[in-house]
C-alpha cells in the first residue's frame, strides 16, 4: 500500500551506462518509487539516442533529465544559422511544454564524449528556445570542475550576460526537489536580492540569447 502523502524531501536517481541498460528496465522500480511519491531525476539522452528520453518520461515518470544532451536530435536546425531551430519534433515540444528540467553538465559532456566540444554542445540552442536549463557538475572529482567554473565556462563561450546567469540560477531553484513554500522563500529573499545587487553594481545588459 501506498505511502499517504509526498516523500517531499526524498528522490531517487538513475545513473551510469545508458547504453544497453534503458531506463524501461527498471520500469517496475520506477512505478512503486511513484506510487510512493518520490521525485525522479534519470540520466538519459548522453550515451543513448533521444529514446532514453521518452522513456525516461513516459515509462518511469521522471521529473526532471539528467544530461539531455541528445534531444538536440529531435530538433531540425537551420543549415544557414546553426544557432536557429526551423522545426521541433514532438518529444522536444514536449519537454519544452511541461517544463521538464535538463541538467546540463558541459565539462562532464566533454569528458564522456557525449559532445566534440563545449562550443558544440546545445546548451546554447536550449537556453535560447526556453527549455528549463540548469547548470551542473556531473562528476565534480573526474571532472575537475565546480559550480563556479560551469558558470564561468558557460560565460566565455556562450556569451552569458548576469541576467541569463541569473535565469539559470531561477531555473534550478524553479525546479529542486523542496516544497514549493521554500523554494519561493529563496527565490525572493536569497537569489533574487543577490542578484538585484549584482545588477546595480556591474550595470549589466539584457540577455544575447534571447
Known amino acids: 500500500m501506498s505511502s499517504v502523502g509526498p516523500k517531499r524531501n526524498q528522490a531517487v536517481a538513475l545513473a ?10 527498471h520500469v517496475d522500480a520506477f512505478h ?43 530538433l531540425t536546425i537551420s543549415d544557414d544559422d546553426p544557432t536557429q531551430v526551423v522545426k521541433m519534433g514532438y518529444l522536444s515540444q514536449y519537454v519544452l511544454d511541461k517544463r521538464i528540467p535538463l541538467e546540463i553538465c558541459l565539462t562532464s559532456n566533454v569528458d564522456t ?21 540548469t547548470l551542473n557538475t556531473d562528476d565534480r572529482l573526474m571532472s575537475n570542475t565546480t559550480m563556479t567554473k560551469e558558470f564561468k565556462l558557460a560565460q566565455d563561450v556562450f556569451k552569458l550576460t548576469l541576467h541569463d546567469m541569473e ?13 514549493y513554500k521554500k523554494r519561493l522563500e529563496i527565490i525572493y529573499k536569497v537569489i533574487k536580492p543577490g542578484y538585484k545587487k549584482a545588477h546595480v553594481v556591474h550595470k549589466t545588459p539584457k540577455s ?3
Not at 551510469?16 to 528496465?25: D, R, S, T
Request: net charge positive; charged share 25%.
Open 32 to 74: 512503486y518509487i511513484q506510487r510512493e511519491n518520490f521525485n525522479i531525476t534519470i540520466h538519459a539522452g548522453e550515451a543513448f539516442g533521444k529514446e532514453s528520453i521518452w522513456q525516461a518520461i513516459q515509462w518511469c515518470g521522471a521529473h526532471r533529465i539528467g544530461h539531455a544532451t541528445r534531444l538536440i536530435e529531435d
Open 16 to 25: 551510469g551506462e545508458e547504453g544497453g541498460y534503458p531506463p524501461k528496465k
Open 208 to 210: 544575447k540569447l534571447g
Open 167 to 179: 535565469k539559470l540560477t531561477l531555473n534550478s531553484m524553479k525546479s529542486a526537489f523542496v516544497p
Open 113 to 133: 564524449g557525449a559532445v566534440k566540444s563545449i562550443e558544440e554542445h546545445p546548451f546554447g540552442i536550449f537556453f535560447r528556445y526556453k527549455f528549463r536549463v
